[in-house]
């Protein structure tokens, strides 16, 4: 790996006219989900675009799985410069900020297209947000559609009393709350692990983390709520941002752009795919019942009308504008 860089970098070198010697440089990307997941492979194809794009001037090692940073702790490495660029579902940030948790507000944006829009709207204050925090942000891309996961038969927030739940961020911790639920957080890449051990037995998630963590495994049911589509966020450290040439920051913003719009179509290719895996795997896939739908949209409406009081006047203006682009 050093010597091709070495070499690549020396062409590199050769081929400057201005003659200007540089350090070829390794970015670590840690990310939290499993190598398989879409997020992670197109990470991988973002970073191999960076190679290409920069002329091996910057290369970036995918660390998938949270095998290099936990999830939890990803934005916090970026941020201090223990690596350069990470992956990070920024709602699980929404005790820094309520307005991290905009792409997981219950139906406010149920649709990829509605998450496009909502994401638009909330883009500059997101980036403003991750500005002061030293962070650039270089794309973004939905997890498909958040549905219940449980070992039983549920027809009504009834049956989900005292059930134990995995939670991913605040809202899904509050979701569990509202519905008489006990949650606990626990990593995706911990997950199957704790379904199998009894820890939890019950989440709120993509097809797509069941079908990666073979939840057929302890789990049975699978009811399609499309409660919101959460995104994870591609962020590097502005002083090593700060560092990196003109050309080189018009190349990985291209791949950047390029990730985000390969990722959104993978998410949506992904979504009927995993439920499928998930169904043969043995799991009842299937739409929440009327019943079921009708109460957790009464919760979605407590659970929107909280955000917009934590999240103020950024949080409303994103909202108004989102609502305006319908
Ligand atoms: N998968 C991630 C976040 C949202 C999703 O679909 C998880 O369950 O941790």
């Not at 997981?104 to 709207?121: E, R």
């Not at 939905?142 to 219940?148: D, V």
Request: charged share 20%.
């Amino acid at each position: 790996m050093r010597l091709t860089q070495n070499l690549m970098a020396g062409a590199a070198t050769v081929a400057l006219t201005a003659g200007t010697a540089f350090a070829a440089e390794k970015w670590d990307m840690p990310m939290a989900y499993s190598a398989s997941n879409f997020h992670s492979e197109n990470g991988v194809t973002f970073a191999e675009c960076v190679g290409a794009g920069t002329n091996g001037e910057i290369t970036i090692e995918v660390h998938a799985g949270g095998s290099l940073f936990a999830g939890a702790d990803i934005k916090r490495a970026i941020q201090t410069g223990q690596v350069q660029i990470g992956e990070r579902l920024l709602s699980g940030h929404q005790n820094e900020s309520a307005v991290f948790g905009f792409d997981s507000i219950p139906f406010l944006a149920p649709s990829f297209d509605d998450s496009v829009k909502l994401y638009n709207a909330a883009k500059p204050k997101i980036e403003a947000l991750l500005d002061e925090q030293n962070l650039e942000l270089l794309y973004a891309v939905p997890w498909p559609p958040q549905g219940l996961y449980f070992k039983k038969e549920v027809n009504s927030v009834a049956d989900m009393s005292g059930v134990k739940f995995r939670s991913y961020n605040n809202t899904t911790s509050r979701l569990a709350e509202l519905t008489g639920m006990l949650p606990v957080t626990v990593e995706a890449a911990e997950i199957s692990q704790a379904f199998a051990t009894g820890v939890a037995e019950s989440m709120v998630s993509s097809g797509a983390t069941g079908y990666d963590r073979k939840v057929w495994e302890s789990l049975t049911h699978f009811y399609e709520v499309d409660a919101w589509l959460p995104r994870n966020y591609v962020m590097v450290n502005q002083d090593v941002w700060a560092d990196v040439s003109d050309a080189n920051k018009a190349a990985i913003q291209a791949c950047a752009a390029e990730a985000e719009a390969r990722g959104l179509q993978a998410s949506k290719d992904y979504t009927q795919f995993t439920m499928d895996g998930l169904a043969a795997g043995g799991m009842t896939v299937q739409p929440a019942g009327d019943a079921l739908m009708g109460e957790l949209r009464e919760i979605g409406a407590t659970m929107t009308a909280e955000w917009l009081e934590a999240a103020g006047d950024d949080g409303k203006a994103l909202v108004d504008d989102f609502k305006a682009m319908q």
